[in-house]
């Protein structure tokens, strides 16, 4: 059975740090590209940021591009995603992705930006 379960979410001020992780299970989670996307109420889901299977390519979205750091740990099965200078804009529930032939999410967590 596949899963994607994300972790790390919270409440936090305006200019603040948040770190996301991601573990994958019933999959080889090694031979995946790992993304996150997010949706923030009454919005469709956005593409945030992708890691490569191997780790060594990234790619951003334009919004978060030098404040957010995705990462992969393919020993632990886990995608990070690391985010500074948090902005109320922020706010939204990130969802982790897997994708391959069969594209595979998460729930997602709840990420609220506000003083």
């Known amino acids: 059975q596949v899963q994607l379960v994300e972790s790390g979410g919270g409440l936090v001020q305006p200019g603040g740090s948040l770190r996301l992780s991601c573990v994958g299970s019933?999959?080889?989670?090694?031979?995946?590209?790992m993304s996150w996307y997010r949706q923030a109420p009454g919005k469709e889901r956005e593409w945030v940021a992708t890691?490569?299977?191997?780790?060594?390519?990234?790619d951003y979205a334009d919004s978060v591009k030098g404040r957010f750091t995705i990462s992969r740990d393919n020993v632990k099965n886990t995608v990070y995603l690391q985010m500074n200078s948090l902005k109320p804009e922020d706010t939204a529930v990130y969802i982790c992705?897997?994708?391959?032939?069969?594209?595979?999410w998460g729930q997602g967590t709840q990420v609220t930006v506000s003083s």
């Open positions: 890691i490569s299977a191997p780790g060594r390519t990234t």
């Open positions: 992705n897997a994708r391959g032939p069969i594209n595979y």
């Open positions: 019933g999959f080889t989670f090694r031979w995946y590209p």
